[in-house]
Every structure is written in structure tokens, then in C-alpha cells.
């Protein structure tokens, strides 16, 4: 079955606009106006992917990515009007795995959707099937799961990319590059968008009991480490 692609867009002929592409794609569609309605679509249908506008009434777009990501990992791409660099940062801090800003291409929003598409179907079928460790943090890349002395962190698909590609070499400092060409490599997104991703990591893990593993590696990048 194709994916379920959920349109949150109050803008009603943008938002059909994007529907009939994602139909030409084949994708399967759900919409919704504002964000009350776009959580009671997400709860009933499990989309596969949200394409999620940032200004909504009611409910604000990042206050539905709260929700959604506080409910699992499913892919959110955020569509603003704004193109300031901070507001995209807030959105990727918060859990969203792309974004476009308006006006856009409509075949550009779903080269993003596919592009994401892929990575998040990449991570269910791993086929490495022994998990990392380091020290008490165990990354399981067939399950798409890391806990930290066998508590689960609760990681988005560019989180757990992430923090993968950090503990197959523990100790090796990566580049903010490196990292986002495994992490967003279809994306046009800034560098500065692992430094978002990656403070969201540091604090899930330090909440998990395992402060100090992720260190910041000053002028290149970051390492992962077993803590001391």
C-alpha cells in the first residue's frame, strides 16, 4: 500500500495543490486546517509522513509537532513562510526532519517527501543486525531503537541516524558536514541544523543517566564516547 501522506495547511487552494501532486505520486492523502484537526487525523489515521505548516490557527504547527513527536517518530516536514534561520532551528530542535519555506515549488515539497520517505524506510530495513554499544548506550539499527542501560530514548529518525553514524566509530570526531550528509543528504539544510538535532540528543541522553558521552569536538564536529 502507498503511504499516507497528512497535508496540515490552512491555506485551502495551496493545500490542493499539494494533495493532487502527492496523489500524482501516488501517495495517499489526508488533510487537515488547523492544528486541532490535524492531531485528531494523525491519532485516527498513522500517517507514514506530515507535511505540516508552522502557522495555523488554534493550534500552532510547532505545538503539533510537540504532540506528535511526544506519540513516536513519524516524519514531519514543516512548511513556513518564514525563512529567518532561527525559526527553522526551533523546528528541527523540536523534531522535524526537513523543512521547505514559502513560496516553493510543489514538485520540490515532494522530492522532500520521497527523499524522506526513503531515509525513514532505510532505517526499518537495516540490515545489520549487532547493535552498537558504547559503554552503556546500546544503538539497535535493525530495531531503530538506543537505550541507555536498557532505558529507550525516544529519538527522531535524524536523531537516531545521527547518534548511529557517532557510534560506529566511538571516539572519531565527525564534521557537522559528514554528519549531515548522513543524516539529511537529500536536504538542502544548513549545517547548523545537526548542532539543533544533537543538542536534542545530549539532553535525552543526560536525562537517561548517560551525561558527558556526547562531546562537542571545538572547530570540527562531535564524538561519541563511553562516559567516565
Known amino acids: ?22 496523489r500524482q505520486e501516488g501517495y495517499r492523502t489526508e488533510r487537515a486546517a488547523d492544528g486541532n484537526a490535524a492531531l485528531t487525523v494523525f491519532r485516527a489515521a498513522h500517517p507514514d509522513l506530515i507535511l505540516l505548516d508552522v502557522m495555523l490557527p488554534g493550534r500552532s504547527g510547532l505545538e503539533v509537532l510537540k504532540a506528535v513527536r511526544a506519540a513516536g517518530a513519524t516524519p514531519v516536514i514543516l512548511v513556513t513562510a518564514r525563512a ?4 527553522q532551528i526551533v523546528g528541527l530542535e523540536l523534531g522535524a526532519d526537513d523543512y521547505v519555506v514559502k513560496p516553493f515549488r510543489p514538485r520540490e515539497v515532494m522530492a522532500r517527501v520521497k527523499a524522506v520517505l526513503r531515509r525513514a524506510s532505510q532505517l526499518l530495513g537495516d540490515s545489520e543486525d549487532r547493535p552498537l554499544r558504547v559503554g552503556s548506550l546500546e544503538v539497535d539499527r535493525r530495531a531503530v531503537a538506543a537505550r541507555v542501560d536498557g532505558q ?31 543524516a539529511l543528504p537529500d536536504s538542502d539544510a544548513l549545517e547548523r541544523v545537526v548542532d539543533a538535532h544533537l543538542a536534542s540528543v545530549r539532553r535525552k541522553l543526560d536525562a537517561a543517566g548517560a551525561p558527558g558521552m556526547l562531546r562537542t569536538v571545538r572547530g570540527v564536529g562531535y564524538r561519541l564516547e563511553a562516559a567516565s
Open 84 to 87: 529567518e534561520e532561527t525559526d
Open 1 to 22: 500500500m502507498s503511504a499516507l501522506i497528512l497535508i496540515v495547511e490552512d491555506e485551502p487552494q495551496l493545500a490542493e495543490v499539494l494533495e493532487a501532486y502527492a
Open 152 to 182: 529507550a530514548l525516544s529519538l527522531t529518525p535524524a536523531e537516531f541516524r545521527l547518534l548511529a553514524q557517532l557510534a560506529e566509530v566511538p571516539g572519531r570526531a565527525f564534521t557537522r558536514e559528514e554528519l549531515l550528509a548522513h
